[in-house]
């Protein structure tokens, strides 16, 4: 799911991960305005981010909780997935080396 998510966001066409929230993150995140999803989308240069596949597991039922570890430079984090909330970054002396995410199942359809 995560890792279908994160490559949709990278396509050049398409709702690029859209569909793939549900209506209450959309709203939680962009007040349901998939316009600036996709314009969060437009300042991330997708050539050159590549993620190793999601390890991650379902935590009390509730929620989702996992690990994308990045294959590319740490500079090419798409900063929206931190400042949005929707990632937490794995660092070291400040560098990313991937991502943490919990977020709800429902927040995925």
């Known amino acids: ?3 279908s998510w994160l490559a949709a966001m990278a396509e050049p066409d398409g709702d690029r991960g859209w569909s793939w929230l549900s209506s209450e993150a959309q709203t939680m995140i962009y007040q349901g305005d998939a316009h ?5 989308l437009e300042q991330v240069n997708w050539a050159q981010v590549a993620w190793a596949p999601a390890n991650g597991y379902v935590d009390d039922g509730a929620f989702y909780s996992g690990y994308v570890w990045m294959r590319s430079h740490p500079a090419t984090l798409p ?6 909330g929707l990632a937490t970054p794995n660092c070291v002396e400040g560098a990313p080396f ?3 995410l919990q977020m709800r199942l429902g927040w995925f359809k």
Do not use: P, Q
Request: hydrophobic share 45%.
């Open 98 to 100: 991937g991502i943490h």
């Open 36 to 40: 600036a999803y996709w314009s969060d």
């Open 1 to 3: 799911m995560v890792d």
């Open 79 to 84: 900063r929206f997935l931190v400042e949005r």
